[in-house]
């Protein structure tokens, strides 16, 4: 049984450019790790947005942005809305292609596939940020991933990190744990960054609201740091 073709016109006109916007791109894909997460826990999936609503609102202006372990970059637009270029790299090969693939115009970024780890960062950036991938490094190695990521910084350019809070922990299903290794405090994490930065500005985030309020009440932490040492 086939669905009845769709008419040419919706019933409010004010709806009208959404329907012809459709026709013209064709419905949007969601990314490999955004379809998961819609099916498996819809509210995440707004949290997520709004941790990248955070980072477009404070890097807005900036030249040239990189996000390092990007995953699927469903969440790249949000931060292209206010900057004027974007690079965007996971080191896994199946993430970057499914981001290639999905990439409409006006939302254009650059794709590398890189092991933080592994690799060295190429280039220069004005701006470099990195969502939910400090827990994942080993602690005897995330000095090293700092230094790279500060070797790839305009000397005036700010970076922000961000990840789950060691209280979080608690709460989180059996499988984030798993992989999350090296979850901080604030306080731990603001002494971190701190070897790399002169300056460092820690929130909290509570599901999609950003604060300033209690930190071991905080289920995620941003740490926004500018003036890297050298």
């Known amino acids: 049984m086939t669905a009845p073709d769709l ?12 329907f012809d916007v459709q026709s013209r791109i064709g419905p949007t894909r969601l990314g490999v ?23 477009s609102k404070l890097f807005a202006g900036r030249r040239n942005v990189l996000e390092l372990a990007c995953g699927d970059a469903f969440n790249a637009p949000i931060v292209l809305q206010t900057v004027e270029k974007l690079t965007v790299a996971d080191f896994d090969p199946v993430f970057i292609q499914d981001a290639r693939d999905r990439m409409k115009a006006p939302w254009l970024y650059d794709t590398l ?12 950036y004005d701006a470099i940020y990195s969502l ?3 827990e994942h490094i080993p602690a005897e190695r995330e000095r090293e991933v700092l230094a790279k990521i500060v070797g790839a910084l305009d000397p005036n350019g700010p970076v922000i990190i961000g990840m789950p809070s060691l209280e979080s922990q608690i709460y989180a299903s059996l499988a984030s744990r798993a ?26 985030m509570n599901d999609e609201v950003v604060h300033s309020g209690y ?16």
């Open 215 to 230: 930190h071991k009440m905080a289920h995620y932490l941003f740490g926004l740091c500018t003036g890297k040492k050298t």
């Open 179 to 204: 992989g999350h290794i090296n979850c901080k405090t604030m306080p731990d994490l603001n002494a971190l960054l701190g070897e790399f930065f002169h300056n460092v500005f820690m929130f909290g």
């Open 113 to 124: 596939v890189l092991d933080l780890l592994q690799d060295p960062i190429d280039g220069c």
């Open 132 to 134: 939910d991938v400090l």
């Open 33 to 55: 790790l955004k379809n998961w997460e819609w099916h498996d826990d819809p509210r995440r999936f707004l949290f997520s947005m709004a941790r990248y609503k955070f980072v």
């Open 7 to 18: 008419p040419a016109n919706t019933r409010d006109p004010v709806n009208q450019h959404g």
